[in-house]
């Protein structure tokens, strides 16, 4: 079984969804999230947001994250974006530019994603 539709199978358990109209918005929203040659998150992006769902602060700077995970400013700005496109971080500001996790962000189960791939 392909692990996209093993996800899907899994949230349609564990958020009872049992109707086609809601299955249909699901199976979208999966689809829209990555391939086989592109992941929902990278491995940075991972530990990025698995930062900020443990952060007491509910806004950060790019330059206060790469600080706090001791990674280089450019990877995470990158990772950043990425975070930003896809709709688990929203920026605020220009000089300096706030990120602050959104609701998909905040709710995102890491642990449940990285046993997904892990079974790869």
């Known amino acids: 079984m392909n692990k996209y539709l093993t996800i899907f199978e899994q949230l349609k358990a564990r958020y009872g969804i049992e109707n086609d109209s809601e299955a249909d ?13 592109r992941p929902i998150l990278t491995e940075a992006g991972i530990a990025i947001l698995e930062y900020l769902q443990k952060s007491d602060k509910a806004s950060l700077k790019a330059k206060d994250i790469a600080e706090g995970m001791d990674l280089p400013s450019r990877k995470v700005s990158g990772s950043m974006r990425k975070l930003t496109t896809d709709g688990f971080v929203e920026k605020y500001g220009q000089n300096p530019v706030i990120y602050s ?20």
């Open 25 to 37: 918005e699901l199976e979208k929203f999966l689809g829209s999230q990555g391939t086989e040659d």
């Open 101 to 120: 996790l959104s609701e998909k962000g905040k709710t995102f189960d890491i642990a449940s994603y990285k046993e997904t791939i892990s079974e790869d």
